[in-house]
């Protein structure tokens, strides 16, 4: 009878740690996405096939006549390429007024006439990349409490007509997010930043992974990344993401973590090469921002972090539009390299501008690397 009854005791125990065993797992994985949608626009609802009695009704005057095998077939070798600029002071500002022929554009080296040219505020399409890692982002730790910070204090800047998503990675990204206007959805994904789980932070595989799908969405757009930038083991290298984020044509905007951390560890005698990790990962985040059109951050303290988000969006919504057709219309599917130049059309010198006190003003002209051209369709 005592056996009849130890058994029924250790089934029971084992039935308990069964059911308890997934609820450790999905612990152990960190946050979960809310859906299954990929980063992407959001969908137009699919129209219903008409019923069969509100089927249109067929003519042969509507039916597509066969093309002969030999007929000619023709191809446009029309391109347009896109250029969103900012022109900011040494301040970071954003200087407006500046006219049409103050800019020239370069692609490989040889000027392109310019076909369209605009300025003004528009709607935009951010993705957050956050860095998720139990690496730097233990639970109540200084990593933690400073990568919160800066994802809901940058949420709080955006437009109502923004489209904001929410991606975390360690080992691989997680889509918490979908582009959504409603900043409620956002900030309810965030909530699932509290408990982190592996200890892998694969930032190139992230941002690759987000700038691609994100390469086909029109109107302005930008991935803010919000890490430490130490990459442990992608499935890419860093050449290969620098080139993969150079041809998606997606502004990276960085803000670098930790920054007062790394400080307060030398002091406390960290090893020579985890420090040689952290400049590399802030030189591997700034190469990002410049070859893609965006900027790069790192800040020390909390109190700098709404000056930074105030920079990010001057940078990202004031900004001038340019379009030209290159004049170098092979399609081999090569890298086009861009350059955006200030110039004074009189003299074909590079632009001076002063500050409203008479001075001679530095600036700096934010625009993307380059573009991959289009290949022939066979």
């Known amino acids: 009878m005592k056996s009849r009854f130890m058994f ?5 125990a084992l039935f308990v740690a069964a059911s308890l065993f997934p609820l450790y797992l999905r612990a152990q994985e960190g946050p979960q996405p809310q859906n299954n949608d990929s980063v992407a626009k959001p969908k137009k609802p699919a129209e219903q096939a008409p019923s069969p009695d509100n089927a249109p009704i067929h003519s042969e005057y509507k039916k597509e006549a066969d093309v002969p095998a030999e007929a000619p077939t023709y ?6 390429v896109d250029v969103d600029v900012a022109v900011l002071d040494d301040h970071n500002r954003f200087i407006p007024g500046i006219k049409k022929d103050y800019f020239r554009v370069l692609e490989d080296g040889v000027p392109q006439q310019i076909s369209q040219f605009g300025h003004g505020e528009a709607p935009l399409t951010i993705c957050m990349v956050i860095e998720f890692s139990a690496r730097f982002e233990a639970f109540w730790s200084m990593g933690w409490y400073e990568t919160l910070q800066a994802s809901y204090g940058f949420l709080q800047t955006l437009n109502a007509d923004d489209n904001v998503a929410v991606v975390a990675y360690d080992m691989r990204p997680t889509i918490l997010s979908d582009f959504s206007p409603d900043k409620q959805k956002a900030e309810q994904a965030m909530q699932q930043l509290r408990i982190p789980g592996f200890r892998e932070s694969n930032v190139f595989d992230a941002l690759t992974d987000m700038a691609d799908r994100m390469s086909h969405i029109e109107g302005r757009k930008a991935i803010l990344h919000i890490g430490s930038g130490i990459d442990t083991f992608s499935r890419i290298t860093y050449d290969q993401a620098r080139r993969s984020l150079q041809e998606s044509g997606v502004p990276i905007y960085t803000i670098s973590t930790l920054q007062i951390a790394r400080i307060m560890a030398e002091g406390n005698g960290m090893g020579p090469m985890m420090e040689m990790n952290f400049l590399q990962a802030d030189n591997e ?29 001057e940078a990202l919504r004031n900004q001038y539009s340019l379009a030209y057709h290159p004049t170098n219309t092979a399609r081999d599917g090569k890298f086009r390299h861009i350059k955006v130049e200030l110039v004074n059309p009189d003299t074909n010198e590079p632009l001076k501008l002063a500050n409203p006190k008479g001075k001679p003003m530095k600036y700096q002209i934010i625009a993307k690397a380059g573009y991959k051209a289009p290949r022939s369709v066979e």
């Open 8 to 12: 029924a005791g250790l089934a029971g």
């Open 75 to 80: 191809r446009s070798n029309a391109t347009t």
């Open 285 to 313: 985040m700034r190469t990002f921002s410049k070859e893609t059109g965006g900027l790069s951050f790192f800040p020390r303290f909390l109190a700098e972090y709404p000056n930074v988000f105030h920079q990010i969006e």
